[in-house]
């Protein structure tokens, strides 16, 4: 009777021990089939599984938000200074080769975009300065930490004039 049962159980063709008529337990192990609604029933995500993901996913990202926006604040204030440090630099080796300099920030940042060429008492070409074309929003970023003072460009760390 018990192997009846199993052979019930078994795909066509039977299993190795099907054939044993003696009374003994097989050694073959069968696993009923399972049906593909239950197997989806395992592996699938509930309705509140995904809805509590999509909650924490939310409360993540408002508190990352306004700290990637600080963070872009400070790079923008760090590049203003930066690039302000420069422009001071470069003012000073144009008053350093001879050149006159201007009374307004405005007019160095421009100068110094359209280039500057400095030259000796012979007329010869002893130095080129040139930076590359900035935004507005560059220039009124670097006004806040550049002054003018004897028609040189001055840096001011603190972003005051």
Known sequence: MC????KSWMPEGGGEDS???SGMICSTLLVRPVSKSRIRG???FSLVEILVVIAIIAILSA?????????MSQAAESKNRRNAQ??????????ASGHEGTNSVGAWISMLTNGV????SFGESIAYFHTVELKPEDISG?????????SQLSYRPDGTN
Do not use: C, D, K, M
Request: charged fraction near 5%.
């Open 63 to 71: 508190i990352a938000i306004p700290a990637i926006r600080y963070t």
């Open 42 to 44: 395992i592996f699938g």
């Open 86 to 95: 420069h422009l001071a630099t470069i003012s000073a080796a144009v008053i």
């Open 117 to 120: 060429t400095v030259t000796n």
């Open 142 to 150: 670097l006004s806040s930490y550049l002054s003018v003072t004897n």
């Open 3 to 6: 192997v009846q049962e199993l």
């Open 19 to 21: 054939s044993n008529q």
